[in-house]
């Protein structure tokens, strides 16, 4: 199994990014996926969760109305659109899913039910 986060840059306050989950090795039609960020210093946080087939998606309140995450399972891609971004949304970012098929975590952004994680990229937004 493997994830690999990409897309990751320097963005000024108001600019937009689009972020790539990469998934290899297993069937990625079966499993949800979480995205998640680390600032520096701090805990790593959930930031978006969507089911396997894309039905249903969380977010964090801090993201709602700016983030939008989806899903291209054929091609073996989840995506999270970040618009309106803030310098406070600095962090790496993180994809990741659980091992059990057709779950989704309860609660979503318990990081210690996601089993595998992708390397992360790097989010910098200048104020």
């Known amino acids: 199994v493997q994830l690999q986060a990409s897309g990751g840059g320097l963005v000024q306050t108001g600019g937009s990014l689009r972020l790539s989950c990469a998934a290899s090795g297993f069937s990625l039609g079966y499993y949800a996926i979480g995205w998640f960020r680390q600032a520096p210093g701090k805990e790593r946080e959930g930031v978006s969760c969507i089911s396997s087939r894309g039905g249903t998606a969380y977010y964090a309140d801090s993201v709602k109305g700016r983030f939008t995450i989806s899903r291209d399972n054929a091609k073996k891609m989840v995506y999270l659109q970040m618009n309106s971004l803030k310098p406070e949304d600095t962090a790496v970012y993180y994809c990741?899913?659980?091992?059990?098929?057709?779950?989704?975590?309860?609660?979503?952004?318990?990081?210690?039910?996601?089993?595998?994680w992708g390397q992360g990229t790097l989010v910098t937004v200048s104020s």
């Open positions: 990741a899913s659980p091992r059990e098929r057709l779950w989704i975590p309860s609660p979503w952004s318990n990081t210690h039910e996601y089993d595998y």
